[in-house]
């Protein structure tokens, strides 16, 4: 239920809509979401010397080890939405309780965690056209 209301937010701030008259762009939205949860938005930058030429079935393999332990920790508790891979690096972003859940996740999964930032606020393109 909780995915279907984060997808359900995510396409209305995608689509970008009027609130009480005023345009709300989707980093507005997203980062109204942020404020409203018991829990943050992490990135999570990981060094991991030529990542960018991993293959699929590692990426794959890299994946499912880390969806194993986010069963183990509970989805109540933390939650990955998605890796950006570069060359040496992937950036991870988790929705989690805390920094330590994140940690705890690298830590068991094997994985780096070289940072780890809660995220403050979102901005876009269209943060630039809001008054």
């Known amino acids: 239920m909780k995915t279907l209301k984060s997808l359900l937010i995510l396409a209305i701030a995608i689509s970008s809509f009027s609130v009480l ?8 939205l997203l980062t109204d979401e942020l404020k ?3 829990e943050n938005m992490y ?3 990981r060094v991991i010397p030529g990542a960018g030429n991993l293959s699929a079935e590692e990426l794959q393999a890299i994946s ?3 969806c ?6 509970g989805s109540d508790n933390i939650k990955w939405l998605h890796s950006y891979v570069t060359g040496d690096k992937i950036y991870c972003v988790y929705m ?3 920094e330590d859940l994140v940690r705890e996740h690298a830590q068991k999964g094997g994985f780096p965690a070289n940072s780890v930032a809660a995220v ?6 269209t943060t630039a056209n809001n008054k």
């Open 120 to 125: 403050k606020t979102i901005i876009d393109p």
């Open 21 to 28: 008259g005023q345009e709300k762009s989707a980093s507005s």
């Open 36 to 38: 409203t949860k018991d």
């Open 96 to 98: 989690a309780k805390s």
């Open 64 to 66: 499912q080890t880390s």
């Open 68 to 73: 194993g332990v986010l069963d183990q920790m």
């Open 43 to 45: 990135v999570i930058e």
